[in-house]
């Protein structure tokens, strides 16, 4: 069981906009910032958000990440077909003193 | 290019050990704190340890404290994680990842390499 909760999918039609939310707990999502990563089967994850709502470089501006207490979301809009992947969140966790990551969503783009 | 590379990888027996690299190039690698990750296939991402840009500041998750090792050479660009007594439960793909601002936000990630651990 992970420490930050994701929901186990979400899907959306091309061109919608979907959330993807993650819950945590004031040692860790509270105190700290969240990462968001993208993951292709068979592929390495892809950072698309890091401190709560920063873009890297090349991280199209249809991606978006807020952060309001001890819960994050991830939010896409003009949905894509390519966008199908796993989305994780990540954080610092004090308490534990370990990285943590969320179980992962699973976003289908029907 | 920026990249990591890791190697190292293999089928172990329960109680062996084995050691990871991870050498990077295209950054100033003594800058970033670097991490290892793991995934079994199919299943999430699971945060191993972590190092700090000198060698310090290291971290292990609970599940590995005792067991493994970080550490980096700052000179040849290259972090090692070397595994002790190891068990089924840590076969996993292993990634190493760079920290790109020292929260925990890991913008480049290596390929992976596979760690089995089965008699």
């Known amino acids: 069981q992970s420490v930050l909760t994701q929901p186990p999918s979400v899907s959306a039609a091309p061109g919608q906009r979907v959330t993807i939310s993650c819950s945590g707990s004031?040692?860790?999502?509270?105190?700290?910032?969240i990462s968001w990563y993208q993951q292709f089967p068979g592929r390495a994850p892809r950072l698309v958000i890091y401190?709560?709502?920063k873009r890297p470089s090349g991280i199209p501006d249809r991606f978006s990440g807020s952060k309001s207490g001890t819960s994050g979301t991830l939010a896409i809009t003009g949905l894509q077909t390519g966008d199908e992947a796993d989305y994780y969140c990540?954080?610092?966790?004090?308490?534990?003193?370990?990285?943590?990551f969320g179980g992962g969503t699973k976003l289908t783009v029907l | 290019e920026v990249q990591l590379v890791e190697s190292g990888g293999g089928l172990v027996q329960p109680g062996e050990s084995l050691t990871l690299s991870c050498t990077a190039s295209?950054?100033?690698?003594?800058?970033?704190?670097i991490h290892w990750v793991r995934q079994v296939p199919g299943k999430g991402l699971v945060w191993v340890s972590r190092?700090?840009?000198?060698?310090?500041?290291?971290r292990y998750a609970a599940s590995v404290e005792g067991r493994f090792t970080i550490s980096r050479d700052n000179a040849g660009n290259t972090v090692y994680l070397q595994m002790s007594s190891l068990r089924a439960d840590d076969t996993a793909v292993y990634y190493c990842?760079?920290?790109?601002?020292?929260?925990?936000?890991?913008?480049?990630w290596g390929q992976g390499t596979v760690v089995t651990v089965s008699a």
């Open positions: 990842v760079r920290d790109l601002v020292e929260k925990d936000a890991f913008d480049i």
């Open positions: 295209g950054f100033t690698f003594s800058k970033f704190w």
């Open positions: 190092v700090n840009r000198d060698g310090g500041g290291i």
């Open positions: 004031s040692s860790n999502i509270g105190n700290n910032y």
């Open positions: 401190d709560n709502d």
């Open positions: 990540g954080t610092w966790d004090g308490g534990l003193r370990e990285g943590v």
